[in-house]
Protein backbone atom coordinates (compact mmCIF):
# COMPACT_ATOMS: atom_id res chain seq x y z
CA UNK A 1 0.00 0.00 0.00
CA UNK A 2 2.49 2.09 0.46
CA UNK A 3 4.34 1.64 -2.41
CA UNK A 4 1.36 2.43 -4.42
CA UNK A 5 0.93 6.08 -2.45
CA UNK A 6 4.59 6.64 -3.00
CA UNK A 7 4.06 5.93 -6.71
CA UNK A 8 0.62 7.36 -7.29
CA UNK A 9 0.96 9.86 -4.47
CA UNK A 10 -3.06 9.22 -3.15
CA UNK A 11 -4.54 6.47 -1.51
CA UNK A 12 -6.07 3.23 -3.05
CA UNK A 13 -9.32 4.06 -3.07
CA UNK A 14 -8.60 7.80 -4.62
CA UNK A 15 -7.34 5.59 -7.62
CA UNK A 16 -10.26 3.43 -7.88
CA UNK A 17 -12.91 6.53 -7.70
CA UNK A 18 -10.89 8.52 -10.37
CA UNK A 19 -10.72 5.39 -12.50
CA UNK A 20 -14.42 4.59 -12.18
CA UNK A 21 -15.49 8.11 -12.68
CA UNK A 22 -13.76 7.76 -15.98
CA UNK A 23 -15.19 4.71 -17.23
CA UNK A 24 -18.55 5.85 -16.40
CA UNK A 25 -17.80 9.09 -18.02
CA UNK A 26 -16.90 7.18 -21.08
CA UNK A 27 -19.95 4.86 -20.91
CA UNK A 28 -22.15 8.20 -20.99
CA UNK A 29 -20.16 9.30 -24.09
CA UNK A 30 -20.81 6.29 -25.58
CA UNK A 31 -24.47 6.47 -25.03
CA UNK A 32 -24.80 10.23 -25.91
CA UNK A 33 -22.74 9.84 -29.58
CA UNK A 34 -25.02 6.58 -29.81
CA UNK A 35 -27.96 8.88 -30.94
CA UNK A 36 -27.67 11.89 -32.59
CA UNK A 37 -24.25 12.84 -33.31
CA UNK A 38 -24.27 16.44 -34.68
CA UNK A 39 -26.78 17.52 -32.18
CA UNK A 40 -24.46 16.48 -29.51
CA UNK A 41 -20.94 18.16 -31.42
CA UNK A 42 -23.07 21.29 -31.80
CA UNK A 43 -24.69 21.79 -28.19
CA UNK A 44 -20.60 21.16 -27.24
CA UNK A 45 -18.89 23.82 -29.33
CA UNK A 46 -21.74 26.31 -28.38
CA UNK A 47 -21.41 25.85 -24.70
CA UNK A 48 -17.49 25.70 -25.17
CA UNK A 49 -18.01 29.32 -26.75
CA UNK A 50 -20.67 30.28 -24.11
CA UNK A 51 -18.29 29.78 -20.99
CA UNK A 52 -15.04 31.07 -23.34
CA UNK A 53 -16.89 33.95 -24.01
CA UNK A 54 -19.47 34.86 -22.10
CA UNK A 55 -19.38 33.25 -18.72
CA UNK A 56 -15.09 33.51 -18.20
CA UNK A 57 -14.88 36.95 -18.81
CA UNK A 58 -18.12 37.67 -16.42
CA UNK A 59 -16.68 35.87 -13.77
CA UNK A 60 -13.45 36.99 -14.14
CA UNK A 61 -14.76 40.46 -13.58
CA UNK A 62 -16.10 39.83 -11.18
CA UNK A 63 -13.41 38.54 -9.12
CA UNK A 64 -11.22 41.41 -10.19
CA UNK A 65 -14.04 44.06 -8.93
CA UNK A 66 -14.43 42.10 -5.62
CA UNK A 67 -14.12 44.35 -2.45
CA UNK A 68 -13.31 41.07 -0.59
CA UNK A 69 -10.68 40.16 -3.23
CA UNK A 70 -7.38 39.10 -0.99
CA UNK A 71 -4.24 40.25 -1.94
CA UNK A 72 -1.75 37.74 -3.94
CA UNK A 73 0.62 35.63 -1.20
CA UNK A 74 4.25 37.10 -1.45
CA UNK A 75 5.16 33.50 -1.91
CA UNK A 76 3.99 33.52 -5.31
CA UNK A 77 6.79 34.09 -7.45
CA UNK A 78 5.57 33.90 -10.75
CA UNK A 79 1.63 34.82 -10.50
CA UNK A 80 0.24 31.42 -11.21
CA UNK A 81 -2.41 30.73 -8.74
CA UNK A 82 -3.11 33.79 -7.25
Known amino acids: MN???????????????????????????????????????????GAALLHDLVLLPLYSAGWTTSPRRRPCPRTCSSGAGC
Open 3 to 45: RLRARYGASALHLALTLSSFALALYAGVRLLDGDTWGVAVWFV
